[in-house]
């Protein structure tokens, strides 16, 4: 979404041409982020979770049979009310996240954190794919002890699991905060299923997702 300059995959010029000058293009000097009370609605529960770039994130999580909804937003960090423009500095220790907003009768949080391994890659410190700087780093969020030790277990499964042969940098954070990011970042892949980076990296990603997750998608 941005440093596009470092941009290391192979793809037509013309599609390089349309990744920088679009994600150049997005940020908007407006902003109307807010911070989104982390209250459960009854007979729901919420998740966060931190692995790249929001927008594809959010059309993963939102493709998973018991997702209500996801939010693009950003949490981890320690600046109120961050920008995308401000996170894009790398200095709040903000990371872009997605809200989560499921049916716990339909999928645990246990099994959203096999989505969450399933749709990035978890071995690369402040990076995913061309994307680059703490704002894009893994990080699996979790409220309360119960949540903590079914995360701490998760990392263990995906470790033990050989899929990866390096090792696995998730951090694992209390979920305190977390801001609601500028409208034209929500659903952006449903209302710009064109634009080059969505089609050059967004749409490879959630198709590999899709490939590689074992669970019910909708």
Known sequence: ??????????IPA???????FSCDAISQKKSDVRKVKLITPKGKAIAAFAEGC???SEHIFESVAGVDS???????????????????????GHAETVLVYYNPQVISYAELCKVFFASHDPTTPNQQGPDKGSS????LFYSGPTEKA?????VRDISQSGRFKKAIVTELKP???FYRAE???QDYIEHNPNQGYVRAISIPRYNLFKKTYKGKLK
């Not at 596009?4 to 995959?9: E, F, S, T």
């Not at 079914?150 to 998760?154: D, K, L």
């Open 14 to 20: 013309l599609s390089i041409l349309l990744v920088l």
């Open 70 to 92: 996801a939010i693009s937003g950003y949490a981890g960090g320690n600046v109120p009310n961050p920008t995308y423009d401000l996170v894009n500095t790398e200095t709040t």
């Open 136 to 139: 894009y780093r893994s990080i």
């Open 54 to 56: 929001f927008w594809c």
């Open 150 to 154: 079914s995360a701490e277990q998760s």
């Open 1 to 10: 979404m941005k440093k596009m300059k470092r941009y290391l995959y192979i």
């Open 175 to 177: 979920l305190t905060e």
């Open 183 to 185: 409208e034209y970042h």
